[in-house]
Nanobody
Framework: VQLVESGGGLVQAGGSLRLSCAAS????????MGWYRRAPGKQRDFVAT???????NYAASVEGRFTISRDNIKNTVYLQMNSLKPEDTAVYHC???????????????WGQGTPVTVSS
């Protein structure tokens, strides 16, 4: 299973970015998908998740500013980020819980990350 993120970049405070993450490989069923982020010198933190049925969950720090969505046909998850703040600067990693065609066991997969820099 491969997860490939795109859409990161440099933006001024108050601006917007949209991240995308496409899953590919031996996919049988993609359950929860989501985004985590790692700021410089810090541990990886939860940002948002979305279940296969569309139930969403957000970190308090992004609630009301970020919106997670997914396209189950394209096996893609998105993160619309509005009203960005300098403290949102981090590498954003895509996450997916997947049952593959090779094994019935649910596995967790991560993307390499896409950097987001918010300037003040």
């Amino acid at each position: 299973v491969q997860l490939v993120e795109s859409g990161g970049g440099l933006v001024q405070a108050g601006g917007s970015l949209r991240l995308s993450c496409a899953a590919s490989g031996s996919l049988f069923s993609i359950r929860t998908m989501g985004w985590y982020r790692r700021a410089p010198g810090k541990q990886r933190d939860f940002v948002a998740t979305i279940t296969g049925g569309g139930t969403t969950n957000y970190a308090a720090s992004v609630e009301g500013r970020f919106t997670i969505s997914r396209d189950n046909i394209k096996n893609t998850v998105y993160l619309q980020m509005n009203s960005l703040k300098p403290e949102d600067t981090a590498v954003y990693h895509c996450y997916a819980a997947v049952v593959t065609t090779l094994s019935p066991i649910l596995g967790e997969y991560w993307g390499q990350g896409t950097p987001v820099t918010v300037s003040s």
